[in-house]
């Protein structure tokens, strides 16, 4: 529901998007945020509910709001129980963090951001949200929408690493192969990724050869 200055949404209806083994919601792109970072995410017994990660190379400091259900975070090497009514602050983007959902339904919200700074969206957002598209591997709609990230994030390695993983699946192999060369010149790190990446298949040991 929308109104003058105003907006409302239930968690409820914003449906998960598989991303990097998490299910995803994305909040901050679907009410349009851009003061600071915020989405939800949601997973059963066992699953992961936040991916392994640091926030490094961001800056950003975090906080997770356990909404539903109960969680097992692990903070470097400590491990924290986080029923529903949790919340964990991450000052320090240094910290290796992770959780698991240990309840049916399990919800944590995040929220973060750059202290000091005016707050940017991440070009990571782009590629989760192409995952959308996987289930029916609409590889064109997918790169329609990878375009439009592009082009606010044209240098971002991660961003055109996903670009060209959809050209591939795509068929598009050689516009995949010079994507490729050029994400790896952005980051070396796109060859390692390359060697294990499925959605590189048919383009794998062509890139590997001429790198």
């Avoid at 968690?11 to 994305?26: F, S, T, Y």
């Avoid at 949601?42 to 991916?51: L, N, Q």
């Avoid at 975070?73 to 986080?82: E, W």
């Amino acid at each position: 529901m929308k109104g003058d200055g105003w907006q409302t949404l239930r968690l409820a209806e914003l449906e998960p998007i598989l991303a990097a083994g998490v299910h995803w919601k994305p909040l901050r792109r679907t009410l349009g945020i851009e003061a600071f970072g915020t989405n939800a995410y949601v997973a059963g017994p066992g699953e992961d509910i936040v991916e392994a990660h640091s926030e490094e190379n961001l800056g950003h400091e975090e906080v997770y709001v356990v909404l539903r259900g109960r969680a097992t975070f692990t903070l470097d090497d400590k491990t924290h129980d986080a029923p529903a009514g949790t919340v964990v602050h991450l000052a320090d983007p240094s910290v290796r963090r992770y959780a698991r959902a240990e309840e049916p339904g399990t919800l944590v919200l995040a929220i973060g951001a750059k202290p000091g700074e005016p707050y940017s969206p991440s070009a990571w957002e782009w590629y989760f949200e192409a995952e959308k598209f996987r289930p029916s591997m609409d590889t064109h709609a997918a790169l329609a929408f990878l375009s439009e990230g592009l082009e606010r994030f044209p240098d971002h390695f991660g961003m055109v690493y996903s670009f060209a993983c959809w050209q591939a699946l795509g068929g598009r192999e050689d516009e995949a192969l010079e994507t490729l060369r050029r994400a790896e010149a952005l980051d070396p790190r796109v060859r390692e990724w390359a060697a294990n990446d499925e959605d590189l298949a048919s383009v794998r040991e062509r890139f590997l050869k001429q790198s």
